[in-house]
């Protein structure tokens, strides 16, 4: 039962695969984690044995979900700031603070800050009409991107514009969507830092990754990032390292970062959470982020992040276009009788296109190799299909 090993209840907002992988860590240190889930269907809601149902913006709710727990923390950031605040004036150990989360839920706030600490971020501008699009882009030339100011995530409420189109402002700014425009960078590829920092002050950063975008969202993660000086890396991980301190984030920190044409290290955006970037950290590293985001907000010390393997894949599971007619467990079967070094999570989800339903990791000692193996095991999970050329591969992709 929840609270009978007397060891502390860490409370999660949400109840999404965050938390699940959460629940699991928090089990190897005995904890309790309870989590606020929005129905018992919710992934972490199915492994939790401690789950509230309610939302994150019902006060009553949340104040009751927050009583007896050591802290409180976040599986997403569309938590209102008036919700968080509340819980802080009452004595509410919330991690990460408002005043750092914010950051990461406002886009705008974010450039803002930054700049003024002199990291490099796209040039920026808020859209309050299309005309503000126009100018910035007479400024800079195109193409630009116009961005949701707050939500928005896997490519979602993010705009590639080639050429100007005031149609798409004005509907936009109508439906009450706050924008801001950016320049579009020439980039070699996008980058991720994952550091976490406890309220003492404490702070560990894990290898810098790179992180391989389709369609606006994530499908793998390569640790370390491939060819990446050594310089450039600590580079990243001093990066996070000050944006945690700068901000006073407690708990996880994921930068992203595009890596310019000339190698430059540009902030992309901020999550404070455990990230998807991250999660090759299962198995890859000595201490997983879920484990140490549990560890950060209970003020533990925090664990060793040396990587496990020279080189480290995740590759997220996205539903098919078309769902396989063979189940979820059959394709288990399949994929562990050729892969049975393949280290799968699935989320519990119901399959739908392009819905991050799971991710599969591979751990060698080349990175080639693993890539392509973790890329094979994903397709097939996802679609029970083998990857478009790949599959002349699958002998060798097996036996490595």
């Known amino acids: 039962m929840p609270g009978t090993s007397q060891l502390p209840v860490v409370g999660m907002i949400g109840a999404g695969q965050l ?21 018992p ?19 009553v709710a949340l104040r009751s979900f927050a009583a007896g727990c050591s802290a409180v923390t976040l599986d997403h ?20 603070r408002p005043d750092a989360l914010l950051h990461a839920q406002d886009k705008l706030v974010m ?6 600490l002199g990291l490099a971020v796209p040039e920026f501008a808020a859209v309050r009409e299309p005309a503000d699009v126009e100018r910035f882009a007479a400024e800079h030339g195109l193409p630009v991107v116009l961005k949701a100011v707050r939500g928005g995530y896997d490519g979602r409420g993010v705009w590639m514009l080639d050429a100007l189109d005031a149609d798409l402002v004005a509907r936009l700014l109508d439906a009450g969507t706050p924008l801001m425009v950016e320049r579009a960078v020439p980039m070699r590829r996008e980058l991720a830092a994952l550091v976490a920092r406890s309220p003492f002050g404490q702070a560990a950063a894990w290898p810098v990754v790179e992180t391989v975008q389709e369609r606006g969202q994530c499908v793998q993660v390569l640790a370390p990032a491939p060819g990446l000086s050594e310089d450039s890396a600590i580079e ?27 190698g430059e290290l540009v902030v992309n955006e901020l999550a404070m959470r455990p990230h998807n970037s991250g999660h090759w950290t299962i198995e890859g590293s000595r201490t997983s982020q879920f484990e140490q985001h549990l560890r950060a907000v209970l003020d533990y010390p925090l664990g060793a992040t040396a990587p ?32 049975p070094d393949a280290k799968v999570h699935l989320y519990g989800k119901a399959e739908r296109p392009d819905r991050k339903v799971g991710h599969v990791t591979f751990l060698g000692d080349d990175m080639a190799a693993v890539r392509a193996r973790a890329a094979l095991a994903a397709e097939w999970l996802a679609s029970a299909t083998w990857a478009d050329g790949w599959s002349e591969h699958l002998g060798e992709a097996a036996r490595a």
Do not use: K, W, Y
């Open 77 to 96: 950031e569309q938590v209102p700031q008036e919700r968080l605040r509340a819980l802080v004036d009452a004595g509410v150990a919330v991690h990460p």
């Open 308 to 339: 496990t393997a020279p080189a480290v894949v995740m590759a997220n599971v996205l539903g098919a276009a078309q769902a396989p007619a063979m189940s979820t467990d059959e394709r288990l079967h399949h994929l562990f009788a050729r892969f």
């Open 41 to 59: 269907g919710d992934p972490a809601a199915l492994v939790c044995s401690d789950v509230r149902i309610g939302s994150p913006d019902d006060a």
């Open 111 to 116: 450039r803002e800050r930054l700049a003024g």
């Open 236 to 262: 990243a991980q001093h990066l996070a390292l000050r944006v945690a301190a700068e901000l006073d984030v407690t708990g996880l920190l994921a930068v992203e970062l595009f890596e310019g044409t000339a």
């Open 19 to 39: 938390a699940r992988m959460t629940q699991q860590s928090a089990i190897a240190l005995g904890q309790s984690l309870r989590v606020l889930a929005t129905g």
